[in-house]
Nanobody, 126 residues
C-alpha cells in the first residue's frame, strides 16, 4: 500500500507562486506514475499533471501548461509541482496520486490512480 503525504499549499496573490511536494512510501512499482489532481468546491476532481518514472514522460492539463512544472526526486521518492503565475481559478484542493496504468496519457482520470494523498489547499486571491 502506497502512502502519499502532500505539503506546500497556502494562500497567495494572483501572479504569485507556490511549490507543492508529495512524498511517497511503499512499493516502488506502485509509484511508476505519479501525478496531481485538483478539486474546487462544487466541481469534479480534475487532472493537473502527471510524470512517469520509466522514461520520464510528462503531461499537463491545458489550463496549467506553461505555468506549472512537475518533476521527481527519485532518490527521495518525491514529486514536486511548481506553480507560477497563479490565477484565482487555480484555487482548489490539490491531491497527489500514484498509479501504474493510465487510460489516457493526456487526460488521465482519477480512476487510473490507486493511491491518494490527503490533499493540500491552494488559495489564490485576486
Amino acid at each position: 500500500q502506497v502512502q502519499l503525504v502532500e505539503s506546500g499549499g497556502g494562500l497567495v496573490q494572483a501572479g504569485g507562486s507556490l511549490r507543492l511536494s508529495c512524498v511517497a512510501s511503499g512499493p516502488s512499482f506502485s509509484t511508476d506514475v505519479m501525478g496531481w489532481f485538483r478539486q474546487a468546491p462544487g466541481k469534479e476532481r480534475e487532472f493537473v499533471s502527471v510524470i512517469r518514472y520509466t522514461g520520464g514522460r510528462i503531461s499537463y492539463a491545458d489550463s496549467v501548461k506553461g505555468r506549472f512544472t512537475i518533476w521527481r526526486d527519485y532518490a527521495k521518492n518525491t514529486v514536486h509541482l511548481q506553480m507560477n503565475s497563479l490565477k484565482p481559478e487555480d484555487t482548489a484542493v490539490y491531491y497527489c496520486a500514484a498509479g501504474g496504468s493510465l487510460s489516457s496519457w493526456y487526460s488521465p482520470t482519477p480512476q487510473d490512480f490507486g493511491s491518494w494523498g490527503q490533499g493540500t489547499q491552494v488559495t489564490v486571491s485576486s
